[in-house]
C-alpha cells in the first residue's frame, strides 16, 4: 500500500523520515518527497508548510502525483480539552475549521456545499485507538484554523463552538477537504505539544521539542507499522 504522509514543519518531518528504511528523495513539482518502507508499504513522506493553503496544494500534489492508497496528516497540535494532555495523541474521527463561515444555510465551519464537518476513515481510526502504546491516545473532533491559539480567550471561543473539540491546529480540515474531494482515504494523527492559554505556554511548546518530541512520534512509527498492505 502506498502512504502519503503529511508535515507541516521541518522538524515534523525530520522525526517522520527516521521512520524508514532504504530512504530516498525525489523533487515532483513544488514539493520534495522523502520514500521508503516501513512493514510491507511505502511511504511518501513530504513537508507542505504551514496553515492551510499550503497544506492543501501540498495534499493535492501529493494525491496528484503519487496517487497514495491512504494520506495521513501527522504532527503536533495544541490540545484544548483535559481529556487530551500533554503528549497524548488524537487520532481524528472528524475535523472541522475553526474560523469559517458562510452565511445563512451553512454550519459555523462549514464551506458551502461541502459536508460541515470532514469524518476521517473509520478504519484507520480504530487501528490508532487500538495501539499497543504506552502514550494514550484519543479520537475526536481537530478543528484547524489560519491561527496558532495562544489566548485563552481564543481557546473558549473555539470551545463554544465545538464543545467536544479535542486539539487545534492548521491544516487537517484543508487536507481532510481535499481528501474527502479525492475520494481519498484519510486520518489526522495529532500529538499534543501544548495547552493554548496555559501559563508558560509557548515555553511548553518548547519543551515539548527539546525533550518529549521522540518518544510521541514512536506512537507515530506505531501506528504506521501495524497498518496492513491494504485497508479493503
Known sequence: MKIGI????????????????EMRKERHGLFEYTIGQLGGNTLYIMECGIGKVNAAVGASELTARMQPDV????????????????????????????????????????????????TCDERLVRKAVSLPSSV???AGLICTGDKFITERGELDAIKAEFPEGLAVDMESAAIAQVCHLYRVPFISFRIISDTPGADAHWQQYENFWETMADRSFGVVRTFLESLPSSLS
Not at 104 to 118: A, D, E, K, S
Open 71 to 118: 494520506v495521513v496528516s501527522t504532527g503536533v497540535a495544541g490540545g484544548i480539552d483535559a481529556k487530551a494532555g500533554v503528549m497524548e495523541v488524537v487520532a481524528a474521527s472528524e475535523v472541522v475549521y475553526h474560523d469559517v463561515w458562510c452565511g445563512m444555510g451553512n454550519v459555523y465551519g462549514q464551506i458551502q456545499g461541502l459536508p460541515p464537518r470532514f
Open 6 to 21: 503529511i508535515a507541516a514543519m521541518a522538524s515534523e518531518r525530520e522525526q517522520l523520515t527516521r521512520l524508514v528504511a
Open 136 to 138: 494514550p491516545v484519543h
